[in-house]
Nanobody, 114 residues
Framework: QVQLVESGGGLVQPGGSLRLSCAASTNMFSIYNMAWYRQAPGKERELVAE???????NYADSVKGRFTISRDNPKLTLYLQMTSLKPEDTAVYYC????????WGQGTQVTVSS
């Protein structure tokens, strides 16, 4: 069973930045289209950004121009660079494949507040 471990969250002021990481326990990481998702309190989990195995990227309209998804295949790691953070970005952030193939990890909490 593949394990996903998210890290890098925290409390940040509006306008600040964070970089999230997701370590995957599979040597087949490079073949998967990967994605970041988030779930805010009382809301459903939503897609934030995705990256194909060919490094093509796609973003939710709400984060376009502010977030950047990337991957390091030799390190089996997915990243999400978040800038110009807003209070509405507050959520638990998760990674998974673009088709949600793996068991969900615990996620990492991002709180944007002054």
């Amino acid at each position: 069973q593949v394990q996903l471990v998210e890290s890098g969250g925290g409390l940040v002021q509006p306008g600040g930045s964070l970089r999230l990481s997701c370590a995957a326990s599979t040597n087949m990481f490079s073949i998967y289209n990967m994605a970041w998702y988030r779930q805010a309190p009382g809301k459903e989990r939503e897609l934030v950004a995705e990256i194909t195995r060919g490094d093509n990227t796609n973003y939710a309209d709400s984060v376009k121009g502010r977030f950047t998804i990337s991957r390091d295949n030799p390190k089996l790691t997915l990243y999400l660079q978040m800038t110009s953070l807003k209070p509405e970005d507050t959520a638990v952030y998760y990674c998974n494949t673009a088709t949600k193939s793996f068991q969900w990890g615990q996620g990492t909490q991002v709180t944007v507040s002054s």
